[in-house]
């Protein structure tokens, strides 16, 4: 059974940092791409990094490029996410993805960006 478990979420002011992790299970993780994704208060859920299976090549959206930091460890089946420079419209639900696996999702931690 495929589980994604998100942590990390919390309430931080604006400038701050925070680092999500996911924990991933039931899926052959070194060979998967992983995604974060969010989703803000009456929107839609958008993508803000991607990792290779071997974690050699990032991507970011544009929003977050340049302060968060997407990683992973292949040795724990964890994913991870450094976010710095918090800022309020980073606020969201935070989500990890196992590309191979797009039907299944966590349930997410909250990330909460004070003004």
């Known amino acids: 059974q495929v589980q994604l478990v998100e942590s990390g979420g919390g309430l931080v002011q604006t400038g701050g940092s925070l680092r999500l992790s996911c924990a991933a299970s039931?899926?052959?993780?070194?060979?998967?791409?992983m995604v974060w994704y969010r989703q803000a208060p009456g929107k839609q859920r958008e993508w803000v990094a991607t990792?290779?299976?071997?974690?050699?090549?990032?991507t970011y959206s544009g929003s977050v490029k340049g302060r968060f930091t997407i990683s992973r460890d292949n040795t724990k089946n964890m994913l991870y996410l450094q976010m710095n420079s918090l800022k309020p419209e980073d606020t969201a639900v935070y989500y990890c993805?196992?590309?191979?696996?797009?039907?299944?999702w966590g349930q997410g931690t909250q990330v909460t960006v004070s003004s």
């Open positions: 039931g899926i052959i993780f070194s060979d998967s791409f």
């Open positions: 993805k196992a590309a191979r696996y797009p039907d299944y």
């Open positions: 990792i290779t299976d071997g974690g050699a090549v990032t």
